[in-house]
């Protein structure tokens, strides 16, 4: 469920008709709804109440302050994977005791950044980034938390390009070695071992892989004990997927009804970092027609955004709906089209071969389940200004990031002379 719905014929987020914030911030712009977003990271803390455990959101699925401080005021840590993530995580007021730091490449610099600030932990994931971990923390004086992120090798069933927790793929330690990694990793004198990670994949839509994943790192945990390594946490990542179309991904509640009686058996504090789940379906990319054109008998919706503002179509062959404005166009004729944007690529589009009503120039459209991997993987392309965000809270909307200006796209740039 989610705050986006029609009221006098017209869409609204929460009760701002989306019209309103067009006329006033112009278009493209994203917004979202704050009821949504809080509402969907209570379900985790309700599914997860019968188990010691943390919420880190994976910030990497909406990035912009206002979305991490509202998370972190509702009680969530956060999962990052940069030093970048890092200081908008810190900026939006998140304890760093509720940071966790993934990521397969992690700078000596991110690595000093993430000490100083006192994290909770790193989910390092290969043996020469626990040399450097073990490196920086000795020469900053400091002791390392430390979880390794082990690769369950089980198919999440998802976009091989959004897969990560098979063997073929770049993730984690191969469950099979990581035994003799906690090894190392118990000798050096910075790190000190306190948890396991592993993330299988991302837009999951049913519960037997995170199971398969648990059950296994369970019996990994099991091995750790027999050589003394006594863990705190069990962070078992991100994943579960929304509904873009007619997927019927289980409800966190679902989820935990599987896996929280084996994982409480463990004693540990669960980690989880859930990213599109919470953020996915609380924000929407607001766009404008500019033009309708026909070519060899196909119908052509060209809108102001581009894959420069939302590429999970163009990256993925990802569906993400399309619903007009006024509601009133819903009921004119339908006929199969694209929505393209204005950018100089064929892979250019918001919707390909869709069955759409016949919108007209000026006309304004919704790309629905844009909140999540939307503005966070946005880029200034074909030099477009990156879009305005928009927060909504009940009957009142802010700008929470301002459109950019063409000055903002220069930003650092000069000529040699
Ligand atoms: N934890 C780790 C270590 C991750 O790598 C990810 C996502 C998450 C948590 C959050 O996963 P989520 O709950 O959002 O599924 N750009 C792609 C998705 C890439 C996901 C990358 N990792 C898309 O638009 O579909």
Not at 207 to 220: H, N, Q, T
Not at 398 to 416: S, Y
Request: proline letters at 4%.
């Amino acid at each position: 469920m989610h705050d986006f719905q029609y009221a006098n014929g017209a869409l609204h987020c929460e009760s701002v008709p989306l019209e309103k914030i067009a006329q006033e911030v112009g278009t493209p712009f994203y917004c979202y709804s704050q009821n949504t977003l809080v509402r969907h990271f209570k379900v985790y803390e309700e599914a997860f109440k019968d188990v010691n455990h943390l919420i880190c959101y994976a910030v990497k699925a909406n990035s912009n302050l206002a979305i991490i401080n509202e998370l972190v005021k509702a009680g969530a840590g956060c999962d990052i994977v940069s030093g970048g993530e890092l200081f908008r995580a810190l900026k939006a007021g998140c304890d760093p005791k509720k940071i966790v730091y993934a990521g397969v490449g992690k700078t000596e610099e991110e690595i000093e950044y993430a000490l100083k600030s006192g994290i909770l932990m790193f989910n390092a994931e290969s043996s020469q980034e626990l040399f450097a971990i073990d490196a920086v923390a000795a020469r900053l004086g400091l002791k390392a938390g430390v979880a390794l992120r082990v690769n369950p090798d089980v198919d999440p069933k998802t976009h091989p390009y959004i897969s990560t927790g098979l063997k073929k793929n770049k993730f984690g330690i191969s469950i099979d070695g990581a035994l003799e990694e906690y090894r190392l990793a118990a000798q050096m004198k910075n790190i000190q071992l306190i948890g396991v990670h592993q993330h299988i994949g991302s837009q999951i839509t049913q519960v037997s892989p995170f199971v398969d994943a648990v059950e296994r790192l369970l019996a990994f945990v099991e091995k750790l004990k027999g050589i003394n390594i006594n863990i705190k946490y069990i962070d078992i990542g991100g994943g579960l997927g929304i509904t873009y179309k007619d997927e019927s991904p289980p409800l966190p509640a679902e989820l935990a009804k599987e896996i929280v009686p084996q994982l409480k058996k463990s004693g540990c504090t669960i980690v989880m970092e859930p990213g599109r789940n919470i953020v996915g379906n609380a924000g929407v990319l607001v766009s404008r027609v500019l033009y309708t054109k026909k070519n060899e008998g196909k119908t052509f919706f060209v809108v102001d955004a581009g894959m420069n503002d939302l590429v999970r179509p163009a990256m993925y062959q990802a569906h993400q709906g399309i619903q007009p404005v006024d509601h009133a166009v819903a009921d004119r004729p339908k006929l199969e089209a694209d929505v393209v944007g204005p950018i100089c690529e064929s892979g250019d589009f918001l919707a390909k071969d869709r069955i759409l009503p016949e919108f007209k120039k000026g006309e304004l459209l919704a790309v629905m389940s844009a909140g999540a991997y939307g503005f966070s993987m946005a880029s200034n392309y074909n030099s477009r200004r990156r879009v305005a965000e928009v927060l909504v809270k009940g009957s009142a909307y802010h700008v929470v990031r301002a459109r950019e200006t063409w000055e903002d796209l220069i930003r650092g740039e000069k000529t040699i002379g």
